[in-house]
């Protein structure tokens, strides 16, 4: 059974920064890419970015260039995402998401992890 | 940027049909996904490559893309299916999501 599974929640001060693990299983990590959405109250998904797992490239989403970080270790099979400068604007339920097949024109996001609450407040 | 228009609210009554659209430039030339999402779950894959549906979704679940308008048909729409519902595609190297559309069974 293929399962993305989470870090828990998170309270940080405004300036801080956060980092969200994904953990994956039952399926060949490299093969698939990641992607990371979040949600903030009382609004839809957005995007943040994607990673290739199997290459280590990534693409962010304009509005958080300079702040996210995504990163991979294959050997843990785990997926990191690393949020900097928090405002209360970052205060969201944050995703990871598989990639099929990977990252690109015809992927889709076929699982999802179970979602990180990140809430920044002083 | 590429921006998708869904409609913030649909209402159906139980074991009608519901169909939601997402509209974009030339949508029909990309690949579209949809998600169901209910609160307090993670986001469900209900549709991808615009018609497709994948293991364990219901048969009542459709797609269809052309032109400008992809559409997310719920035949036999049932309580459960009271939910977000947001469409996704890619442009650019970038993933886009609408704005989403609530979906009420009443």
């Known amino acids: 059974q293929i399962h993305l599974v989470q870090s828990g929640v998170e309270v940080k001060k405004p300036g801080a920064s956060v980092n969200v693990s994904c953990k994956a299983s039952?399926?060949?990590?490299?093969?698939?890419?990641i992607n990371w959405v979040r949600q903030a109250p009382g609004q839809g998904l957005e995007w943040m970015g994607w990673?290739?797992?199997?290459?280590?490239?990534?693409n962010y989403a304009q509005k958080l260039q300079g702040r996210v970080i995504m990163t991979r270790d294959t050997s843990t099979t785990t997926a990191y995402m690393e949020l900097r400068s928090l405002t209360s604007d970052d205060t969201a339920l944050y995703y990871c998401?598989?990639?099929?097949?990977?990252?690109?024109?015809?992927?889709?996001?076929?699982?999802w992890g179970q979602g990180t609450l990140v809430t920044v407040s002083s | 940027s590429y921006d998708l228009a869904q409609p913030p609210s649909v209402s159906v009554s139980p074991r009608q049909t519901a169909r939601l659209t997402c509209s974009g430039d030339?949508?029909?030339?990309?690949?579209t996904s949809w998600y169901q999402h209910q609160a307090g779950q993670a986001p469900v894959l209900v549709i991808f490559k615009d018609s497709e549906r994948p293991s364990g979704i219901p048969e009542r679940f459709s797609g269809s893309n052309s032109g400008n308008t992809a559409t997310l048909t719920i035949n036999d729409t049932q309580a459960m299916d009271e939910a977000d519902y947001y469409c996704?595609?890619?442009?650019?190297?970038?993933?886009?999501f609408g704005g989403g559309t609530k979906l009420t069974v009443l």
């Open positions: 990673i290739s797992v199997y290459s280590g490239n990534t």
């Open positions: 030339k949508l029909g030339d990309k690949y």
């Open positions: 039952g399926y060949p990590f490299s093969s698939y890419g």
């Open positions: 998401a598989r990639g099929n097949p990977g990252v690109g024109a015809s992927s889709y996001l076929d699982y």
């Open positions: 996704q595609a890619w442009d650019r190297g970038t993933v886009v």
